[in-house]
């Protein structure tokens, strides 16, 4: 187990496809975002890793065509000049009807852990709580409490990994903070066992949270770094 402590920021890029079919979108992504060029761009300023999720059949929370791209970048000074970028937009643009992109600081004193993936399980799965907070501390001080005490439950049901992040506010947004817990699972059975009973959470929030359900590459090669 290891706390998070590196200093690494998180973008989170969410949106609805253009294309209906998964495929297509799927290629899409690949001749841009996913191209060589388009790698060595985004490495090049500090992207360490690009993964891309779509919605968990069967579960709430999502809408239909809807991605999900989960980057970890060194700092956040080099995303503003990622995007920037003419090729970038465009290619954006020809995925995405509507998106959203959100930078997210690693909470500092959060719980959490990052635990090696058992070789048996292939799968990966992804659960978001997301929602506005009143004070940073308390939010951390009850996560805390609702989820270390099971840590060995929830190894038990294929989680691999618990993280924290505070939502960094770009110039011209709002002042309210928001708060962002993301779930990394090797189960998908045993992921739904532990949301269905899990209760508590919602308390660091200070109004309605936002929970949905991912799944990570399903239906084919999303290239991802």
């Not at 290629?27 to 388009?38: I, K, V």
């Not at 618990?162 to 939502?167: C, E, K, P, V």
């Amino acid at each position: 187990m290891s706390a998070l402590s590196q200093p690494s920021v998180l973008l989170s890029v969410r949106g609805k496809t253009i294309p209906t079919d998964r495929d297509a979108a799927r290629n899409l992504h690949n001749q841009t975002a996913g191209s060589p060029e388009g790698i060595a761009g985004a490495r090049a300023l500090g992207d360490l890793s690009h993964s891309v999720f779509t919605p968990l059949p069967g579960t709430p929370g999502t809408e239909e065509n809807e991605l999900l791209f989960l980057d970890v970048w060194k700092d956040a000074s080099g995303i503003g000049t990622f995007f920037s970028n003419e090729q970038v937009q465009q290619g954006a643009a020809m995925l995405f009807s509507e998106r959203e992109a959100v930078i997210w600081m690693p909470a500092e004193g959060a719980f959490g852990f990052e635990l090696t993936a058992p070789m048996s399980l292939k799968g990966r799965y992804l659960g978001i709580a997301r929602g506005a907070i009143d004070d940073p501390q308390q939010t951390i001080d009850v996560l805390r409490k609702v989820h270390e005490p099971g840590l060995s439950d929830v190894r038990r049901l294929g989680q691999l990994s618990h993280q924290l992040y505070i939502r960094v506010p770009m110039p011209g947004e709002s002042a309210q903070l928001e708060a962002i817990g993301v779930d990394m699972w090797a189960d998908a059975a045993g992921m739904g066992e532990h949301y269905a009973a899990l209760t508590g959470f919602e308390a660091a929030f200070s109004g309605d949270v936002h929970t949905s359900v991912w799944e990570q590459g399903p239906g084919g090669t999303w290239t991802e770094w």
